[in-house]
């Protein structure tokens, strides 16, 4: 089974509309996690980092779950700009211990 | 504030070649880590250096050996090179305070072709 695990898409969805990703991972004793986005033949950016609480960040929300071990984003009235590869970054201890995910390709539709 | 830097961007090499990749931390960021992305795939982790050694290494052949600099750059070498060695090979740099998490910061990249 991989570390991290998401659903590589593609997203095809509207301008405005609302998009969800979710991803995965099998260390429980991971301890923090993170959403990068990568735009095509770029280097991944930090978009936030993941807390238990759950995160806002303008349109981005967000939300960890420990107990079924996923992380999700959330993206509110998607903007064309937003079209990129979102990658589910989880960090265990230790550098050896951090993982990506494969991405997950959004496009919005004017 | 300079980010990471990366050179060279693009590289072509022949199989058997050895090649030399550089990075340069972001100002104030102590680590330095390198990753391997192929198509489609997300950033492998190949090892990192911190304190002019290597502290972590991920599941890379030893063809795959690095170094770091007082001033906390880098390089990348890769001997012996292969048709799958193929990759954006990014760089990222982060701060190992004690007791703190500093998410990665990430350069351009260089993308790597092996004809």
């Known amino acids: 089974r991989k570390e991290v695990e998401q659903d590589p898409g593609p997203f095809n969805v509207p301008e405005g509309a609302t998009v969800a990703f979710n991803c995965t991972y099998s260390n429980s004793a991971s301890q923090s996690f993170f959403w990068y986005r990568q735009d095509c033949r770029k280097e991944p950016k930090l978009l936030m980092s993941?807390?238990?609480s759950g995160n806002e960040d303008g349109r981005f929300t967000a939300q960890l779950n420990r107990a079924s071990q996923y992380i999700s984003l959330l993206i509110r009235d998607s903007k064309l700009s937003d079209s990129a590869t979102y990658l589910c970054?989880?960090?265990?201890?230790?550098?050896?211990?951090?993982?990506f995910g494969t991405g997950t390709r959004l496009t919005v539709i004017p | 504030d300079a980010g990471v830097t990366q050179s060279p961007t693009h590289l072509i090499k022949t199989r058997g070649q050895q090649v030399t990749l550089r990075c340069s931390p972001k100002?104030?960021?102590?680590?330095v880590s390198w990753y391997q992305q192929a198509l489609g795939q997300g950033p492998q982790f190949i090892f990192q250096?911190?304190?002019?050694?290597?502290?972590q290494r991920g599941n890379f052949p030893d063809r795959f050996s690095g170094h770091q600099f007082p001033n906390y750059s880098s390089e990348l070498n890769v001997n012996a090179l292969l048709l799958g060695d193929s990759a954006l090979y990014l760089c990222?740099?982060?701060?190992?305070?004690?007791?703190?998490?500093?998410?990665?910061?990430f350069g351009n990249g260089t993308r790597l072709t092996v004809t």
């Open positions: 993941v807390y238990s």
């Open positions: 250096y911190y304190e002019e050694e290597e502290r």
């Open positions: 100002s104030g960021h102590d680590t």
């Open positions: 970054v989880v960090m265990g201890t230790g550098a050896n211990n951090l993982f």
């Open positions: 990222a740099s982060s701060w190992s305070g004690q007791g703190q998490i500093s998410p990665l910061h």
